[in-house]
């Protein structure tokens, strides 16, 4: 493989380490994607049928479940596939398609982490105006913005594998198409690439983590200025689910992507992307459901009334 036109397939490492393992692997991914999209998908449609749940905060989360429920399809499906037929290849276009698509939720996501902060600032900082700054239409534009931000991210990264030229393996040391472990397998010099990646994941991370560390600053500066402790302890609570949302995602993603060499560790990577593909979406609605009154109460009634149907 001398050049980019000879490269029409890249062969995913993933589990093939471990022989034995296969079958065990794919069982617990089969029952953890079967119930990571049952669980997404019904908070989304929670908020969808419940006009009690037409308020800002629910539709972030129901934006929430949707856009992981997106990147979960675009990874676990093929690397389900892959360990049935027992061959881990994958195109070279449906790797850049792969990477393009996760990418860009995954910075989505970044972003509707840090407007949900946003909310909650308002919500609690600013209660007299939240009516007034959390209408419709503004909701419309942070959500646009979010998933615009989040589309923008990979270009200039798919644009550069795409321009690689690639030599010798067309091993992906890794379980999906991700930069750094194709970068690897690129001929030349490629510290620029990496340096664009670096500094790419840097300003998604970095600028998101700082808007919701300001409002988490104001938050926390608000609530201990309250007079009632059952004040306290009820905003407190709304704000726990969303931090350990944050806490459990932006560590993961910034220890694999905020390295100026993101993959010269990939057995650390393999593991820690684990947390983010896969511990984050599965934990995710069952975090927001179980601490969350309204969303008990409504996910009750859609059952009551399909048992009712029957």
Known sequence: MSNKSSISTFLLVGFSGCPRCQMPIFFVLLLIYIFMVLENMTIVLLVIQDSKLWKPMYIFIGNLSFLET????????????????????????????????????????CYLLATMAYERYIAICKPLQYTVLMQERSICCLLICSW????????????????????????????????????????????????VDFILAAF????????????????????????SSSGRQKA????????????????????TYM????????????????????????????????????????????????????
């Open 236 to 255: 407190f609570s709304t704000c726990t689910s969303h931090l350990t949302v944050v806490c459990v995602f932006y560590g993961s993603l910034c220890s």
């Open 204 to 227: 998604v991370l970095l600028s998101s983590l700082s808007v919701i560390s300001v409002s988490y600053f104001y938050i926390t500066w608000t609530i201990l200025k309250m007079s």
């Open 70 to 109: 997106g990147y979960i399809n675009v990874i676990l499906p093929n690397m389900l596939f892959n360990i049935i037929r027992k061959n881990q290849e994958i195109s070279f276009n449906g790797c850049l398609a792969q990477l393009f698509i996760f990418a860009s939720l995954c910075a989505a996501e």
């Open 259 to 310: 390295r100026v060499a993101p993959g010269s560790n990939s057995a650390l990577d393999r593991i820690v992307s684990v947390l983010y593909l896969v511990i984050t979406p599965l934990f995710n609605p069952i975090i927001y459901t179980l601490r969350n009154q309204d969303v008990r109460l409504s996910l009750q009634n859609l059952l009551a009334k399909y048992c009712c149907l029957q």
């Open 148 to 195: 615009s931000a989040g589309l923008c991210t990979p270009v200039f990264p798919i644009y550069f594998l795409n321009e690689q030229n690639y030599c010798g393996t067309n091993k992906v040391d890794h379980y999906f198409c991700d930069v750094s472990p194709l970068l690897k397998l690129a001929c030349g010099d490629i510290r620029t690439e990496e340096l």
